[in-house]
Every structure is written in C-alpha cells, then in structure tokens.
C-alpha cells in the first residue's frame, strides 16, 4: 500500500494535495506535477515537497524549489528499488551512475561475434570475470539497506540531517510534517 501526498508551501503555510501517481514514469514527471500543484496554490517560486511512502518499509522525499533541479531523499534505497513508485526516486545520478552510459555501455561484451568461439572460455582462462555485483539480478540487491539521496533536503525547514536519519517508516512523513508545521494538513489527505 502506497501513500503520496504534494506539500506546497504558501504566504498562508503549507497546503497539502493527494495525488496519484499512476502517470507517472520519471522524476522528470514527479517534478512536472510538484511544479503544477505549487501553480494551482500560487506558490511557483516556493518550495513544493512530494512525500511517497510504502507502508512501514520505506519512504522518500522529493523536494522542488521553482524551477531548480529536484533533490531527493529516499530512507531505504533497497526496499525502494523493489517498487515501481521507489525506481522513479532512485535517478542516475542518485545511485552515482552516469546518467550518459546507456545500458550498452555497462554490458561486458568480450569481442568475440555470433558463432566465434571464446577462446579465453576454451582454454579454462577465467580472468575476465562476468560477475553482475552478486545481486543475482535481484532489483536493490546492489544498493544500501538504507539511506540514500540528500540528507540536508529538510534541514533549513526543520528537519536536520541526524533527525531525518532517526525516522523509520512507521511515522516518518507524520513526523516530518509535524516539524514543519503541516501535521494537520497532511493529515487531511492520508
């Protein structure tokens, strides 16, 4: 079960949304849709945070300020990859990848072409190794069992770097909300 929620902050405070999420593919969509719920509450050049959480396994943060790029914070990188909602956090140049390599890049092709022997196969050399990183092709299995992203995403609204680390899943958006003066609001919309 899946929870999301836009938080736009306003002249009046903050105003908080539902929102689904069925359309969107990208964090480019996420920021897409941040940006049109800062419109609709005349806050274009305020800061605008999407709260997504999964139960009580994990929960990120995405925060977008006018037109800036969006920062993400995401507190178990692991959990988050094994669900559609937590891969659109989980960008790229999050996970430290270059977001130029394509997915050909990363393939290990030995030179040999169809129908040509391996010769370094056929003479038991096994120097090259065709290792995925042990994850077995598990999504998440290569990334940390915990936090990933921006860690000072909150901290000028409240929500220091040691604070946020504290959260876990079970209350961490509630209590987020709290320390930004928007309990009620998010409340609203849970």
């Known amino acids: 079960m899946y929870f999301a929620a836009l938080l736009a902050r306003t002249e009046d405070g903050w105003e908080a949304s539902d929102t689904e999420l069925d359309d969107v593919e990208t964090l480019s969509d996420l920021s897409d849709l941040a940006r049109e719920a800062a419109a609709e509450a005349d806050a274009e050049d305020d ?20 037109e800036d790029d969006p920062r993400i914070y995401v507190s178990d990188a692991a959990a988050a990859a094994r669900s559609s909602y937590g891969e659109i956090l989980l960008t790229d140049e999050l996970l430290g990848k270059d977001p130029g390599a ?3 890049d990363a393939l290990d092709l030995d030179g040999t072409e169809d129908g040509e022997p391996d010769t370094a196969a056929a003479d038991g050399d096994d120097d090259d190794e065709t290792d995925d990183g042990g994850g077995g092709g598990v999504p998440g ?13 909150l901290a000028d609204l409240g929500v220091p770097e040691k604070e946020l680390l504290a959260l876990d899943g079970a209350d961490a958006l509630s209590e987020i909300a709290d320390a930004l003066g928007a309990a009620e609001v998010l409340e609203t919309v849970r």
């Open 47 to 66: 800061t605008v945070l999407v709260f997504i959480e999964q139960e009580d396994a994990w929960f990120g943060v995405v925060r977008v300020d006018g």
């Open 102 to 104: 394509d997915e050909l």
């Open 141 to 153: 299995s290569e990334l940390p069992a915990g936090p990933l992203g921006d860690r000072d995403i």
